[in-house]
């Protein structure tokens, strides 16, 4: 079964660093997305991203995050200037089409900024 | 506002049947899915509903009523595995773009 692959599976950072969350989407999939949950907490949409542009992003998407697919296979996440509370799993997700029945996720990213 | 209501805790018996309820009021409503997640773990899909009625999947079952912004999970021949977190989540329609909006999630501790 496709399976979306993020990379690393855990990051430690120290505060004020930048980060980058790598992702390989299904490859025949158009729409990405990143998600994050801090521990104990639900999960948060953070960014959409299809046709190489940021559709939709959250509150919590400032000018600290950024969202690039640099070729054909990959989609990061960049967070500048990591403070403590950006400390969370952070989740890929892509689906084939924009009212999906079924978005697939990846393993996350489990990000410690100390 | 966008708001998603699920119970924090439950506990059932193996071999038992259990519901998570959940109701939801969200602007854009594009449907209503549940996943699984374990601890440390991604979410898993386990069922999208659009229409109001029941979808059925092998052991677990999940109801609809938009009417009411409400929806339920049944987990039927409930084993160990099953313990886990299941998340309630609206699918989000707006600006022409989907998302998920998250529930807090219902842990399901499932006890021989």
């Known amino acids: 079964e496709p399976e979306v692959t993020q990379t690393p599976s855990h990051q430690v950072t120290q505060m004020g660093q930048e980060v980058i969350l790598r992702c390989v989407p299904i490859s025949n999939h158009l729409y990405f997305y990143w998600y994050r949950q801090i521990l104990g907490q639900k999960v948060e949409f953070l960014v959409s991203?299809?046709?190489?542009?940021?559709?939709?992003k959250s509150e919590i998407f400032d000018d600290q995050f950024s969202v690039e697919r640099p070729d054909g296979s990959n989609f990061t996440l960049k967070i500048r200037s990591t403070k403590l509370e950006d400390s969370a799993m952070y989740f890929c997700?892509?689906?084939?089409?924009?009212?999906?029945?079924?978005?697939?996720f990846g393993s996350g990213t489990r990000l410690t900024v100390v | 506002g966008q708001n998603i209501d699920q119970p924090t805790e439950m506990t059932a018996t193996e071999g038992a049947i259990v519901q998570i309820n959940c109701t939801y009021q969200?602007?854009?409503?594009?449907?209503l899915f549940w996943y699984q997640q374990h601890a440390g773990e991604a979410p898993t899909f386990l069922s999208y509903n659009v229409l109001d009625g029941l979808e059925e999947k092998g052991r677990f079952s999940s109801f609809l009523s938009r009417s009411k912004g409400y929806s339920y999970l049944l987990l039927k021949e409930l084993q160990m595995k099953d313990s886990a977190s299941y998340l309630c989540a609206a699918g989000n329609f707006s600006g022409g773009y989907n998302k998920l909006i998250f529930g807090a999630g219902t842990r399901l501790a499932v006890h021989p």
């Open positions: 969200t602007s854009g409503f594009n449907g």
């Open positions: 997700a892509s689906s084939d089409r924009v009212t999906s029945n079924g978005y697939t």
């Open positions: 991203f299809y046709n190489n542009e940021i559709s939709e």
